[in-house]
T-cell receptor, first 111, second 116 residues
Framework: DAKTTQPNSMESNEEEPVHLPCNHS???????IHWYRQLPSQGPEYVIH???SNVNNRMASLAIAEDRKSSTLILHRATLRDAAVYYC????????????FGQGTTLQVKP | DGGITQSPKYLFRKEGQNVTLSCEQN?????MYWYRQDPGQGLRLIYY???????QKGDIAEGYSVSREKKESFPLTVTSAQKNPTAFYLC???????????????FGEGSRLTVL
């Protein structure tokens, strides 16, 4: 399974946009890029996923580089409830459907 | 409401005892998964099942067993062979679309197992 690399932690101010980066230089042509987030002592929550084109939903936007070797999760206006661990994951399209989680990025949001 | 229910939420076990964690979903999802999470770490895949009566080992299956006799149920047994079972256990499910499992995973709220 291809690997992703994320910063261990990031900080943001409330009401400001947040850009969470993810590198996945070994991504294959059929891997989907998934993002999940997890609050303390809860199960992860799906945020967004994409293949090649940028994607938007009510929670966030996903910007995918043209070569697909990196992507960025964008939270347009951070709130205190967005403080969580954010996981960037590659999911093969074959498939078993299994996701391999890395360490993720811990996002702190300051009021 | 549709969702995934894990029970119990908290469980204490003495060393040498087997324990079974329940996971039930009413989403009519085809695939189900078990993950383990240790403090400050990401999730690691224990077992997964794409269809009833079939399951595969994940990355850390040793000391665990599962069954998938019904589509909606995927219980996990933590056996006495698991050397370090204290952890947060998460169950998830996903739907098959067009014969593929590449959509989102839905997670339960987790079961926290502590071995005394």
């Amino acid at each position: 399974d291809a690997k992703t690399t994320q910063p261990n932690s990031m900080e943001s101010n409330e009401e400001e946009p947040v850009h969470l980066p993810c590198n996945h230089s070994t991504i294959s042509g059929t891997d989907y890029i998934h993002w999940y987030r997890q609050l303390p002592s809860q199960g992860p929550e799906y945020v967004i996923h994409g293949l090649t084109s940028n994607v938007n939903n009510r929670m966030a936007s996903l910007a995918i580089a043209e070569d697909r070797k990196s992507s960025t999760l964008i939270l347009h206006r951070a709130t205190l409830r967005d403080a969580a661990v954010y996981y960037c994951i590659l999911r093969a399209a074959s498939n078993t459907g299994k996701l391999i989680f890395g360490q993720g990025t811990t996002l702190q949001v300051k009021p | 409401d549709g969702g995934i229910t894990q029970s119990p939420k908290y469980l204490f076990r003495k060393e040498g005892q087997n324990v079974t964690l329940s996971c039930e979903q009413n989403l009519n999802h085809d695939a189900m998964y078990w993950y383990r999470q240790d403090p400050g770490q990401g999730l690691r895949l224990i077992y997964y099942s794409q269809i009833v009566n079939d399951f595969q080992k994940g990355d850390i299956a040793e000391g665990y067993s599962v069954s998938r006799e019904k589509k909606e149920s995927f219980p996990l047994t933590v056996t006495s062979a698991q050397k370090n079972p204290t952890a947060f256990y998460l169950c998830a499910s996903s739907i098959k679309v067009g014969g593929r499992l590449d959509g989102e995973l839905f997670f339960g709220e987790g079961s926290r197992l502590t071995v005394l």
